[in-house]
């Protein structure tokens, strides 16, 4: 048993919630510090910096005992906010989140705006509450609301990043840099992923990974009269969709199979309980136009597609003009940045080669065909659950939710739990978030569900002492 009282811990954390989280979470919202890849001038505008300043003066003023709040700044690196919490035993347990944010992407709906915080019933819409403001917040209360019944829990590290949503390319520098201080963690917990629904305990069970980079053809030196060379000059667009054909059907979005591996049937059980759980949920959360068709042939196939199977996104283009602006030109290049999500167990600096190398050779026509890789980010497979641990999410999705826990993989990519996952191969992980039906991240109208945020908190300090009175860390078949 953990040792905490669940009313008394209950009315701490929404008290904590309401009256001191919330008006600083907030001011937190109206704050655009845009990941550097989408604000390359972020140390001129210093957007991130007055997130990190923010959070750590919320984490300098609660009451837990012996807590060091340290911004951490290398040269030339961004931002990191540290928390260190001494606790009992030796065994540290490492917590992770991050304060840097995805760009607008508009239109909102009417009255919400990406950098306006609007409080409309239980949910706080705006740019970063949920992906991922809301973590530090939720983890240092978590730890609070053991401090304030005096249960004991292991030291604890925080490391709050501000370039996540970059691909984390600061934070193997600040872990190399930390790592005396980090010492070598036996639990990690990670607040940044989705949950199925918003009524139990969601744990992330793996994460797939992204191979991302820039698609160049060029067939002209400068745009030329369309009706005087279309049927002459190639189509710079043409080509660019017959490339695409080599990595994706454009009919059912099947990536080759250069870019999968073979789906561990622990997962897809996993899975199977899910598409039991949530059904026609899991993929009605979307908003799909019109007359749109989900993926897949089943509720367990697109589980699947999400979370274990490659698919490919176009988020961006060059080279075409607005409409207004689109004039009877045949354009010499079109640019398209692609997003590849690959499953856990596939290199990702692999699959950006032989995305690079499917996508160069013997181009159509003799375009000048270019890939410039952007990103390679590993995916993640969490490790079997430890006895402990798998009793303590049962408890807490009980205690504070009335429903047991879900698992289930997730279909974007967090690069820390990849690195950390290589770093300490023997500790346990509890990966979870907010981000439930509707929540959209990274996309307009994102939103925080204040109650899952409360419970989850709760959660996590049930784990936390659960870690703390633990007999073994022998993991679970």
Not at 15 to 23: A, R, T
Not at 40 to 61: K, T
Not at 163 to 168: D, F, L, N, R, T
Not at 350 to 365: M, S
Request: proline share 9%; glycine share 10%; aromatic share 6%.
């Amino acid at each position: 048993m953990s040792g905490l009282a669940y009313e008394g811990a209950r009315r701490f954390v929404d008290v904590l919630w309401d009256e001191s989280i919330l008006p600083v979470l907030t001011e937190y919202v109206a704050i655009p510090a845009k990941s550097p890849h989408f604000d390359p001038d972020w140390q001129a505008h210093g957007e991130l910096e007055r997130a990190v300043a923010l959070a750590a003066a919320w984490c300098r003023a609660q009451p837990v005992r012996g807590l060091a709040v340290e911004v951490v700044r290398l040269p030339g690196r961004t931002p990191l906010l540290l928390l260190e919490v001494p606790g009992r035993g030796d065994d540290t347990v490492l917590l992770y989140g991050h304060l840097d944010k995805q760009p607008e992407m508009e239109p909102w709906a009417e009255g919400l705006a990406p950098w306006r915080p609007v409080r409309r019933g239980e949910r706080l819409y705006g740019r970063g509450g949920a992906d991922d403001g809301y973590a530090v917040f939720a983890s240092l209360a978590a730890i609070a609301a053991l401090h304030a019944q005096g249960v004991p829990h292991a030291p604890c590290v925080a490391l709050i990043e501000t370039c996540e949503e970059s691909g984390s390319y600061d934070l193997p520098a600040y872990l190399e840099h930390l790592r005396p201080r980090i010492g070598t963690p036996s639990l990690v917990v990670c607040l940044d992923t989705g949950c199925g629904d918003y009524e139990r305990l969601w744990c992330t069970t793996s994460l797939r990974g992204i191979a991302a980079g820039v698609l160049r053809v060029r067939v002209l030196e400068e745009g030329v009269h369309a009706g005087d060379a279309s049927g002459v000059v190639p189509s710079s667009f043409r080509i660019a969709r017959a490339l695409l054909s080599r990595i994706e059907d454009e009919h059912s979005g099947r990536i080759v199979d250069d870019f999968a591996v073979a789906i561990p049937p622990a997962r897809v059980a996993q899975a199977e309980e899910a598409a039991r759980v949530l059904g026609a949920g899991h993929w009605r959360r979307f908003p799909l136009a019109g007359e749109t068709a989900p993926m897949g042939a089943s509720d367990l196939d697109r589980i699947l597609n999400r979370t274990w199977r490659p698919f490919l996104s176009v988020t961006g283009a060059e080279g075409l003009p607005g409409l207004g602006s689109a004039g009877n030109v045949l354009r010499p290049e079109t640019a398209l940045k692609l997003s590849l999500r690959v499953p856990p167990g596939l290199d990702a600096e692999a699959a950006v080669a032989r995305l690079g190398a499917l996508l160069e050779a013997d181009p159509p026509a003799g375009a000048t065909v270019r890939f410039e890789p952007d990103q390679a980010a590993h995916g993640w497979d969490a490790p079997p659950l430890a006895p402990w641990l798998a009793e303590a999410l049962e408890r807490a999705s009980r205690t504070w939710f009335g429903r047991p826990p879900a698992f289930m993989g997730e279909g974007a990519t967090i690069p820390f739990m990849a690195l950390l996952g290589r770093a300490f191969p023997a500790a346990q992980f509890l990966v979870t978030g907010v981000l439930g039906p509707g929540a959209n991240a990274h996309g307009p109208n994102e939103f925080l569900d204040l109650p899952t945020a409360r419970r989850l908190t709760g959660c996590v300090a049930e784990v936390l002492a659960a870690h703390a009175a633990r007999d073994g860390d022998r993991p679970t078949p």
